[in-house]
């Protein structure tokens, strides 16, 4: 697999070895971003196309990738849906546009977060950090494989089966998934799946991330997503699993 697309399970990702990639045409943004976050202690790699970001990806794999949605003569949704193809990388976007589907696409084609500009220096900061504690492996779980008639979630593998054959998912949809799985008929607001999942919550991130992301879950395991079995919308409450 490309630059260890299978991240070790036991890898716990601090400030003290993260490793981000910027990907901005801009020079001066590149720079102004690395030493944001090198202030906060964090490693930065800068690209500024799709193609050197995607070279720096097959050298070494990083540990968030923060990616500008208007590149110079690039789409940045294009190169997330490469990055997609190959990589179990969290990318958080960035634009300078304001339009709701923009975010909806982006979450659409994997994005873990999605950041307009002007920004702050702490709410990009806290973001970066919301989204790499989802990396510390290092808390002891129950790593036998989930399984509800034809669904299967193998935790080691982080993969999903649905009538023992694989379904690719993104490492947040694994997260989400497995979160609700892991409390069958258990409901879960919005808020609530923002905190645990996300480790954020609706002052840093829209709740719209959390029902994208089970949009796009129903898309790949229900055979009728319309009318979900496993992941089910509790009106006016929230989410849950029924097993």
Known sequence: MQADTARAMSTTVTKAHARLLVVDDD?????????????EGYRTDHAATGAEALES???????????????DGENGF???????????????????RHDESDRVLGLRLGADDYVAKPFSSPELAARVASVLRRLDRSAPVNDQPLCFG????????????????????TAKEFDLLLFLARSPRQVFTRQQLLEQVWSSSADWQDAGTV?????????KVEKDPE?????????????RFEP
């Open 27 to 39: 020079p001066e943004v590149r720079s102004m971003l690395g030493r944001l976050l090198e202030a």
């Open 57 to 71: 990806l097959s050298r070494h794999l990083s540990d968030l990738v923060i990616l500008d949605v208007t590149l």
């Open 78 to 96: 294009d190169i997330l849906a490469t990055i997609r193809r190959s990589y179990d990388v969290p990318v958080i976007m960035l634009t300078g």
């Open 150 to 169: 034809d669904l299967t979630l193998d935790v080691l593998s982080r993969e999903v089966l649905v009538a023992g054959k694989l379904v690719p998912t």
């Open 211 to 219: 029902t994208e992301h089970v949009r796009r879950i129903r898309r």
């Open 227 to 239: 009318h979900p079995k496993w992941v089910q919308t509790v009106r006016g409450v929230g989410y």
